[in-house]
């Protein structure tokens, strides 16, 4: 195994948006207003990644971003260039292995759940910039509400009956009455 970093990776520049291309074989499909709004509130943080191409540079990593940037009214985006010796299929590879990378992350969801309740009772807009919604917030704290086995047990056999008795069944199909074993 070996770890490098990328030439690229070496400075960081500014593109103006209107010399771009966005990658016109990207499967991804983003959430622009979700980035958008991470944008409105934390400004641009991670850089594009950028390909020379024969027909001009193109987004390789970050076209949602872009697209974003753009609907603010951005005039140039940050964003590094992609390696030098990369072919189509190799830029195209890097490109899924991104998204993909990303996609098989998990999250520790009791965490998760807390660190949103914490930023939810926030007063102004940091919830609403970061992608969640209430709805979101209330499904990951169900989901990771403590559970009193106590609330499943049967009050009496009036309200449960034994579940060493299962009742007859009556077959859709002819009427039958069975029981099932």
């Known amino acids: 195994m070996s770890f490098e970093i990328s030439d690229g990776l070496k400075?960081?520049?500014r593109f103006p948006v209107g010399g771009l291309l966005f990658d016109p074989r990207n499967p991804r499909r983003?959430?622009?207003?979700?980035?958008?709004?991470?944008?409105?509130q934390f400004s641009q943080v991670l850089p594009v990644l950028i390909a020379?191409?024969?027909?001009g540079l193109q987004v390789v990593g970050g076209n949602t971003t872009l697209a974003a940037a753009i609907d603010l009214g951005a005039t140039e985006i940050a964003g590094v260039l992609a390696p030098s010796g990369l072919d189509e299929p190799g830029l195209q590879a890097l490109a899924l292995a991104l998204n993909r990378t990303s996609d098989l992350a998990t999250y520790d969801d009791v965490l998760l759940t807390?660190?949103?309740g914490e930023i939810?009772?926030?007063?102004?807009?940091?919830?609403?910039?970061?992608?969640?919604t209430d709805d979101d917030l209330a499904a990951l704290r169900l989901l990771n509400a403590p559970v009193d086995e106590q609330d499943f047990l049967p009050e009496d056999e009036e309200t449960q009956p034994r579940l060493d008795q299962?009742?007859?069944v009556v077959c859709p199909e002819c009427g039958a009455n069975f029981h099932p074993r």
Request: no cysteine.
């Open 11 to 13: 400075e960081i520049e």
């Open 30 to 40: 983003g959430d622009q207003a979700a980035v958008a709004g991470s944008l409105e």
């Open 52 to 55: 020379s191409k024969p027909d």
């Open 114 to 116: 807390e660190i949103l």
């Open 120 to 132: 939810h009772e926030q007063e102004g807009p940091l919830f609403a910039s970061i992608g969640y």
């Open 166 to 168: 299962l009742r007859p």
